[in-house]
């Protein structure tokens, strides 16, 4: 079973795109939403909590829909620095651990 | 701007040797974990670390596995006989508070481990 779920992509889309990541999650009880991007060969690096009411930072939009137990990210404009693999994230009530999805690659071409 | 860092960036050793990852947590974080990443794989919890002790490990974390703060600043995990399937990129990261909305954790460069 797993337990987050993502569309593994690759995703290759041009400058000025815009793309949408959608994850899903099996535990009911989860309690915190993020997605986070990872560089080839790097760390995970937050790039923003996901709250039931949406939530915008720049280019990029999150949603959750806790009833579907689905999150979703939108990201606008799409520029080069934007390659990478993006992580959907989530923790669970009265628990230290994120569980992490396996990712979606994005390849925004020139 | 404060990070977690890591040390070494990258370790080889023979299988059945003894290892220890070192890390440096965020100087006013109170909750340490470390994480795997074996090639191509997901991330996965492996062990978070509160006022001295195992706050939550995961099935991964066995006998095998254990984690030290040995001192005021670094947070080690140690890898007592090593098995060729614990080649991974081990991350550490550390966080201010350790469960609710804020519990935000933020990740080191890793210590990518070849067992050979």
């Known amino acids: 079973r797993k337990e987050v779920e993502q569309d593994p992509g690759p995703f290759n889309v041009p400058e000025g795109a815009t793309v949408a990541f959608n994850c899903t999650y099996s535990?009911?009880?989860?309690?915190?939403f993020f997605w986070y991007r990872q560089d080839c060969r790097k760390e995970p690096k937050l790039l923003m909590s996901?709250?039931?009411s949406g939530n915008e930072d720049g280019r990029f939009t999150a949603q959750l829909n806790r009833a579907s137990q689905y999150i979703s990210l939108l990201i606008r404009d799409s520029k080069l620095s934007d390659s990478a693999t993006y992580l959907c994230?989530?923790?669970?009530?009265?628990?230290?651990?994120?569980?992490f999805g396996k990712g979606t690659k994005l390849s925004v071409i020139p | 701007e404060p990070e977690v860092t890591q040390t070494p960036s990258h370790q080889v050793t023979q299988m059945g040797q003894e290892v220890i990852l070192r890390c440096v947590p965020i100087?006013?974080?109170?909750?340490f974990y470390w994480y795997r990443q074996i090639l191509g794989q997901k991330v996965e919890f492996l062990v978070s670390?509160?006022?001295?002790?195992?706050?939550?490990k995961s099935e991964i974390f066995d006998d095998q596995f254990s984690v030290e703060r040995p001192d005021g600043s670094n947070f080690t995990l140690k890898i007592r006989s090593t098995k060729l399937e614990d080649s991974a990129m081990y991350f550490c990261?550390?966080?201010?508070?350790?469960?609710?909305?804020?519990?935000?954790?933020?990740f080191g460069p890793g210590t990518r481990l070849t067992v050979l």
């Open positions: 670390f509160y006022n001295n002790e195992i706050s939550e």
């Open positions: 990261a550390s966080s201010e508070v350790g469960k609710g909305h804020t519990d935000t954790q933020y």
């Open positions: 994230v989530v923790s669970g009530a009265g628990s230290y651990q994120l569980t």
């Open positions: 535990n009911s009880a989860s309690q915190s």
């Open positions: 996901v709250y039931s």
């Open positions: 100087s006013n974080h109170l909750y």
